[in-house]
Nanobody
Framework: QLQLVESGGGLVQPGGSLRLSCAAS????????IGWFRQAPGKEREGVSC????????DYADSVKGRFTISRDNVKNTVYLQMNSLKPEDTAVYYC?????????????????WGQGTQVTVSS
């Protein structure tokens, strides 16, 4: 069973920054496209950003464009989500997930394996 591990969440004030990490310990990530998703209480899981296996292509939800940056280091077997200018509405559990499919990549159902999630809370 392929599994990812997220880290880097926490409590931050509005306007602050966090960097999330998504790592795999038992397999190589470089064959998979990786997406970041988030789920706030009472809301559906939504796509935030994704990056192709090679790192050459990225996508962002409109709500995070210009504030979040996704990247990957295939040597370190890790994908990152740099989150700047955080807003209270960014508060959610953030998940990373992997897939070999690039189409419909904003949809959670297109992903085959997931991490357990990391909480991000933006509050003063």
């Amino acid at each position: 069973q392929l599994q990812l591990v997220e880290s880097g969440g926490g409590l931050v004030q509005p306007g602050g920054s966090l960097r999330l990490s998504c790592a795999a310990s038992k397999f190589k990530l470089d064959s998979y496209h990786i997406g970041w998703f988030r789920q706030a209480p009472g809301k559906e899981r939504e796509g935030v950003s994704c990056i192709s296996a090679s790192g050459s292509s990225t996508d962002y939800a409109d709500s995070v464009k210009g504030r979040f940056t996704i990247s990957r280091d295939n040597v370190k077997n890790t994908v990152y989500l740099q989150m700047n200018s955080l807003k209270p509405e960014d508060t959610a559990v953030y998940y990373c997930a992997g897939t070999r499919k690039w189409w419909n990549r904003s949809l959670p159902g297109m992903y085959d394996f997931w991490g357990q999630g990391t909480q991000v809370t933006v509050s003063s």
